[in-house]
């Protein structure tokens, strides 16, 4: 009798060495603003938003993580990165630009001025939201969700955008609608 096996060998080939080092070149040592709370895979204690941090190393193993450093405190903060693999310089730009803000706060504001004008503006800068305000002024706010759900209803999208509190196994809630998703616009909000 023979032993007949169905486990297939799968290769998962992250990014090469040169691609890494050319990712750590471009991100290790700049300064940075975070756009969300940033929360240590240990025990380092979260980073609030809009504080400058510097970044120190992005990691990429696993799923992929990237340390900072804060300036008040210097104390270092590792936020996991939770990429789907293989890792890829794209992947790993996204997900930094999902977690900070490149620019600083007096740009970035001069930029949604310009973008939305000097009411949603503000707004933005003060992480507020109010009804009616574009789906784009919410994500520039409140940063990117850690979920979004999307559904149709007579002819409307209506959306649910999930984001982290500061409690622990604890969410905030967004709810936006629209004709389509481009078009989404705030209705509520749980905090």
């Known amino acids: ?7 297939k060998k ?6 090469p060495l040169e691609d890494q080092k050319a990712v750590l070149d471009k991100y290790a040592g700049r300064s940075v603003w975070t756009r969300v709370v940033l929360h240590d895979m240990g025990d380092g204690g ?3 938003r809009d ?13 992929g993580s990237v340390t900072v ?4 405190r210097k104390n270092k903060v590792v936020q996991a990165l939770e990429l789907e693999r293989p890792l890829t310089p794209e992947k790993i730009d996204a997900k930094l630009a999902d977690l900070f803000w490149f620019d600083d706060p007096t740009m970035r504001h001069v930029r949604f001025i310009r973008e939305y004008g000097k009411k949603v503006a503000q707004a933005i800068m003060d992480h507020d939201v109010f009804k009616d305000m574009s789906a784009d002024a919410a994500m520039d ?17 209506n959306a ?9 196994k604890k969410s905030k809630y967004l709810y936006l609608e629209g004709s389509k998703e481009d078009d989404l616009r705030v209705v509520r909000w749980d905090e």
């Open 1 to 7: 009798m023979s032993a007949c096996s169905s486990v």
């Open 51 to 63: 504080e400058e941090v510097k970044i120190v190393d992005v990691s990429m193993i696993y799923k």
């Open 69 to 72: 450093q804060t300036l008040k």
């Open 160 to 168: 649910k955008w999930v984001y982290p509190t500061d409690t622990p």
């Open 46 to 48: 979260n980073v609030a």
């Open 141 to 157: 706010s409140w940063g990117p969700p850690i979920s979004k759900e999307l559904n149709e209803l007579n002819g409307r999208l």
């Open 10 to 15: 799968i290769v998962v080939k992250d990014i």
